[in-house]
C-alpha cells in the first residue's frame, strides 16, 4: 500500500462525521457519477457504521456497513484512487464484521469496481442488474 504515515481510518457513527461522508460522497456518486442525491442519502445512513479515511487531517474515502454485513457506499476521491485506500477501508470493514461474528459481508458492487473485490476474496453472486443507471452486481465474502 502507498499511504503514507499521516494516514488514518476511523469507524465511526454518521452523526459525528456526517460532513465528511456526505461530501466524499457526493462528490464521488452525484458529481462524478451522476446519482440523484436523493438516491445517495438515504435512511440507511443512521444506523450503519461507517469508515472514515484521513490524511493530513483531510477526509479522503468513505464507505458504510450495516448490521447484516451489507458492505456500500465505497468512495475515495478521484485525487486518492490508486493508492490503497479503498482496500484499507474493505479491510476494515472485514475486520468489523469478523468482531461482530459475522459469517458473510455482502455488497453491490459497480461492474467497473468488480475486480477490485474479487482481488479481496469476493465471489460473484446471480446476474448483473442496473441502480441508479449503472449496471451492479451483488457480490459476498466468506468471514473465516
Known amino acids: 500500500m502507498e499511504m503514507s504515515d499521516n494516514c488514518k481510518i476511523i469507524i ?4 459525528t462525521h456526517a460532513d465528511d461522508i456526505r461530501g466524499i460522497r457526493t462528490e464521488v456518486f452525484v458529481v462524478e457519477q ?3 442525491v436523493e438516491l445517495e442519502h438515504d435512511e440507511h445512513d443512521e444506523v450503519a457504521l461507517h469508515a472514515v479515511v484521513f490524511v493530513e487531517g483531510s477526509a479522503i474515502a468513505t464507505g458504510r456497513m450495516l448490521n447484516d454485513g451489507h458492505i456500500g457506499r465505497i468512495a475515495v476521491l478521484r485525487s486518492q484512487r490508486g493508492k490503497g485506500v479503498g482496500k484499507l477501508v474493505m479491510r476494515a470493514f472485514i475486520q468489523q464484521a469478523k468482531t461482530m461474528k459475522l459469517n458473510k459481508v455482502w455488497l453491490s458492487s459497480q461492474c467497473h469496481a468488480q475486480q477490485f473485490y474479487v482481488n479481496l476474496g469476493f465471489v460473484c453472486v446471480g446476474e448483473k442488474y442496473q441502480e441508479a443507471g449503472i449496471d451492479h452486481v451483488k457480490m459476498t465474502k466468506v468471514i473465516q
Open 12 to 15: 465511526t457513527d454518521y452523526q
Open 34 to 36: 451522476s446519482v440523484p
